[in-house]
Nanobody, 125 residues
Framework: HVQLVESGGGSVQAGGSLRLSCVAS????????MGWFRQIPDKEREGVAG???????NYANFVKGRFAGPKDGARDIPTLQITDLKAEETSMYYCAATKTRCGMIAPLTASVYNYWGQGTQVTVS
């Protein structure tokens, strides 16, 4: 069983930035596709980014260059840099993992993931 713990959420003003991190309880996390999701109140959970073991990242269309995954191919601790945040993007951000390559699945689809963290709250005012 894989446990995931997110951190880095907080309160920012519109236009601000945050850096989210996800720590996994296993050393073999490199064998997993990692995903970041968000859930805006009263809306369904939506995929933000899918991060392959080499750090390559697929992004949702709405990201529009404002989000960035791990740098330099490093994926030991999957991070998500989020910038130019909007008030309507106040949401809970979740880290997820599944033991396969992202290229073998639809990495922005919540149902493909087996393990989830408790989430970290991002509040934009």
């Amino acid at each position: 069983h894989v446990q995931l713990v997110e951190s880095g959420g907080g309160s920012v003003q519109a236009g601000g930035s945050l850096r989210l991190s996800c720590v996994a309880s296993v050393d073999t996390i490199g064998r997993y596709c990692m995903g970041w999701f968000r859930q805006i109140p009263d809306k369904e959970r939506e995929g933000v980014a899918g991060i392959e073991s080499d750090g390559s990242t697929n992004y949702a269309n709405f990201v529009k260059g404002r989000f960035a995954g791990p740098k330099d191919g490093a994926r030991d601790i999957p991070t998500l840099q989020i910038t130019d945040l909007k008030a309507e993007e106040t949401s809970m951000y979740y880290c997820a993992a599944t033991k396969t390559r992202c290229g073998m699945i639809a990495p922005l689809t919540a149902s493909v993931y087996n393990y989830w963290g408790q989430g970290t709250q991002v509040t934009v005012s």
